[in-house]
Nanobody, 129 residues
């Protein structure tokens, strides 16, 4: 069983920054795809960004491209989502998720949250003045 521990949400003004963290010892095996998803009230869950821990490939939703960056720490146990230039429309509950496998195409699985079988508890991000 893989446990994902999220942290880093909060309230920030438009234009501000936050960094979300998703920790799991299993990530060090380089055999997972790790994604960040978000869900705003009344909306469907959407993929924000995804990374393959095996080859380091990444993908971003068009709405966050150039503002958000997904990365992994040197110990390879934590995946981050650095969010800059935040907008009110970024307000949502953000979830970290993972799926085992080294050959996932990140541009494919980011559109299919149902393929991810490990999920974090979610963290609220609110962008408001």
């Amino acid at each position: 069983q893989v446990q994902l521990v999220e942290s880093g949400g909060g309230l920030v003004q438009p234009g501000g920054s936050l960094r979300l963290s998703c920790a799991a010892s299993a990530f060090s095996s380089d055999n997972y795809a790790v994604g960040w998803f978000r869900q705003a009230p009344g909306k469907e869950r959407e993929g924000v960004s995804c990374m393959s821990t095996s080859d380091g490939s990444t993908v971003y939703a068009d709405s966050v491209k150039g503002r958000f960056t997904i990365s992994r720490d040197n110990a390879k146990t934590t995946v981050y989502l650095q969010m800059n230039s935040l907008k009110p429309e970024d307000t949502a509950v953000y979830y970290c998720a993972a799926v085992y496998g080294s050959s996932w195409r990140v541009d494919y699985i980011i559109r299919l949250p149902r393929l991810f079988n490990y999920w974090g508890q979610g963290t609220q991000v609110t962008v408001s003045s």
